[in-house]
């Protein structure tokens, strides 16, 4: 009796340490027209999102989670070639045989065969849901050698409506002229790290411009994101929120 009590009481222990051990990812719960959209947020840039019976993964990348533990994708959504954003193990470890995944044309020559090649502007309707193609590009922060971090045309930022409810994630980019010009954007993820993509002041011009009703900073790194929960104090009809994202 005694050695089954200390075997129950060890298995106990030990169930509670691989708990313990497994990340537990902060969701947030958007409700639509059609049901609500649940989104996880697995950190960096990567995020999960379930709507419609449908999951959908973004960015997927290994330093986060472990991938083989999560769902499998019905749709893959890929901003650009970079192996924080595009990381072919953890892809892998998501997809079934009929999932689809949407990549922008650096991402081509990455992405298995059958995958949908969106350029800046294109849209399409993947699944039932309408997806829109934004540029995602540097304008100042560049590299030693004079070159863009992110040039344009190489990466995506996605524009995807859930039940009315448009989101943009807008992938590694600056304060473009194409994002200030968005309308009507239920939920913004926009990147905040430098040098890669914006300073919180960049992030803040961004949004005061197409004034989602929902920001989510992302990609931010070290950066303190209560820099720019102060730049956006005064601006009642944009709620910031902050989750681990960094």
Known sequence: MIRFILTVCVLALGLAGLSAAQPRFEKDVIPTAKGDLEITFLG????????????????????????STLPKADLVLVTHDHFDHLDPKALKAILKKDTVIVGSKSCAPKLPGGALIMANGDARSVLGLAIKAVPAYNIAHKRPDGAPFHPKGSGNGYVVTFGGKQVYIAGDTENTPEMKALQSIDIAFLPMNLPYTMSPDQVADAAKAFRPRILYPYHYGDTDTSKLVKLLQGEKEIEVRIRKLS
Do not use: C, Q
């Open 44 to 67: 960096h840039a990567s995020l999960m999102m379930v709507f419609d019976g449908k999951t959908i993964h973004v960015d997927p990348y290994g330093d986060v989670a472990d991938y």
